[in-house]
Structures are given as C-alpha cells and as structure tokens.
C-alpha cells in the first residue's frame, strides 16, 4: 500500500509539468517552419512586423490564458506586471480571443496571423512552427 501511496504521489507532483504545451501556429500559406524563440520574441514585441514574404504579421493571443502568459513572461523576459503593462500599451495591434478554436479561426483566415494554442487543439487548419528546432512538448519548445 505504501509503495502505491508512494507512487500517486511521484506521478501527481509530476502533472503540472505538462500541464501547459503551447503550441506556436501560423498561416497555411506561411512558408515559416521554424524560429528562434529571440525571433518569436521580438515578433511578439512588435519589433519584428513583417514576415519574409512581406506580409504583414498579426499576433492572435488569448485575452485571459495564465498559461500562455506565463510562457510569454519568460519568453520575453518580463515579470507579470511588465508582461500586463505590455499587453495594456499594445492593445491596438493584438487580436484577443477567448479560446483556441477562435485562435484557429484567426489565423487559418488571415495570411500573415501567428498564434499560440494548446497543442491539443491544433489540427491541419494551420501550420505549426518549430522553436529552436524543437517541436511542442520536446524539452526546451518554449519557456515554461
């Protein structure tokens, strides 16, 4: 009995690890297969506006989704208060959604969309891009 306590416990501690796995997607049409997470960074800050083919880069992210804002935080290096003053300053040229599937909606219609979902939502409406070389739920996708 103490070995199976033992063992719910282990496997319970480790549920929050994989919790969250954030899956970057963009257009079909988007030839991007794979970016750094500085370059995901910095299109996300808005530094980077256009993708290669010249289309201009819209970022789809959830209006109220911890998990997704905590990977931004470290992506971009940010406590969560900079994180929300950063949200509030850029509100203009980010799209808000409420759930994946609006996500997916978003950016299967729109060229140049990027967004983030959890990977359990993504389907073939979209293309999903590497980080780093990595895909979702390899160590070291995204900062968790």
Request: net charge negative; proline share 3%; with cysteine.
């Amino acid at each position: 009995m103490r070995m199976y306590l033992l063992l719910a416990f282990f496997l319970a501690s480790l549920t929050p690890c994989f919790a969250h796995h954030t899956a970057v997607v963009v257009n079909k049409e988007n030839a991007v297969e794979n970016l750094s997470s500085a370059h995901l960074a910095r299109i996300i800050r808005g530094e980077v506006k256009k993708w290669p083919d010249g289309k201009n880069i819209v970022l789809v992210l959830h209006r109220d989704s911890l998990g997704e804002d905590e990977t931004m935080e470290h992506l971009n290096k940010m406590s969560a208060d900079e994180w929300k003053a950063f949200l509030a300053a850029h509100r203009d040229s980010i799209i808000f959604v409420d759930s994946d599937a609006e996500v997916l909606r978003i950016v299967e219609a729109e060229p140049g969309a990027i967004g983030l979902i959890e990977v359990r939502s993504l389907d073939d409406s979209v293309n999903l891009v590497h980080v780093d070389g990595k895909l979702p739920m390899e160590f070291g996708y995204l900062p968790h």
